[in-house]
């Protein structure tokens, strides 16, 4: 599996994610997960499951700096104090006294953003958090939180996936060295469906998901989410960095996005999308 650097930050390029999976699914698929080879981990806190992904990380036996473990910190943490407070109960959930990247989840709160920022930085300084970022920022706010901070950002994680162009986030992010983390690349259940990506596996023995999967991390600094809760699609997700897609291949999955493609657009946590 390759690695994205940015900003210092060595980002598996390959992640498992864990939205909407509930203590039990995480304690059954995420020990296998890391068994196969999976080192980066993604969750948070208004996922209710960070408690589950520290016992499940801890059961492996696989030491703590091999892993490479995100969580985020919800909107409703207001305050100095509190967004403090708020993940040192992270940390003891998870197990850690560190986690890899700490990313504001959605860009509104009743928190300024300098004061996130800060809080952020605080973190880091501390020693709580290594790298800092940010999730669903548009190129504005995105702009933002780099000036706002005194340690570089080093990660937006957006919503990305073969129906929705976000090429001009991911090249603002190539501007300030940030990196790009996707989620949904699945699209709802659209992928596996398309008929454009499932020929397109055809010519690798690949699915549409894998596909998907390898068009994602193929792309500068571009990291890719995975979920699953299925023993089975562990190791199809998992084996994506054994086969190429051509350009000819990459454009055609680019060409899939239209204009209505965004699925994930909550209006009191959501930016102006660029």
Do not use: C
């Not at 350009?247 to 899939?256: F, Y």
């Amino acid at each position: 599996m390759h690695t994205i650097h940015a900003h210092g930050a060595n980002i598996p390029a390959l992640g498992f994610g864990t939205f909407r999976m509930p203590d039990a699914e995480v304690l059954s698929i995420l020990p296998k997960a890391l068994k196969l080879g999976f080192r980066h981990v993604d969750t948070a806190q208004i996922y209710k499951n960070e408690a589950a992904v520290g016992e499940a990380i801890a059961s492996t036996g696989i030491p703590r700096d091999e892993i490479f473990l995100t969580t985020k910190v919800w909107v409703d943490r207001v305050g100095h104090d509190a967004f403090i407070a708020s993940v040192d109960e992270s940390l003891q959930k998870l197990k850690t006294d560190h986690v890899d990247l700490l990313l504001l989840h959605w860009p509104q709160s009743e928190m300024p953003l300098a004061d996130r920022m800060g809080a952020l930085n605080a973190l880091r300084q501390a020693g709580k958090v290594k790298n800092i970022g940010v999730s669903n920022f548009s190129t504005t706010l995105m702009e933002e939180a780099v000036r706002l901070s005194d340690a570089p950002v080093v990660n937006n994680q957006i919503e990305y996936h073969p129906y929705l162009d976000q090429t001009h986030v991911i090249q603002k992010a190539h501007d300030s060295g940030m990196s790009i983390t996707a989620y949904y690349l699945m699209a709802d259940g659209a992928v596996p469906k398309d008929e454009v990506l499932k020929e397109i596996g055809a010519k690798h023995g690949k699915t549409a998901a894998q596909v998907v999967l390898r068009w994602a991390v193929s792309q500068r600094d571009v990291i890719a989410l995975s979920k699953t809760s299925t023993e089975s699609r562990l190791a199809e997700n998992y084996d994506i960095f054994d086969f190429e897609l051509s350009p000819e291949e990459m454009q055609a999955v680019h060409g899939l996005a239209r204009t209505d493609g965004r699925i994930v657009n909550p209006a009191h946590l959501a930016p102006k999308w660029d």
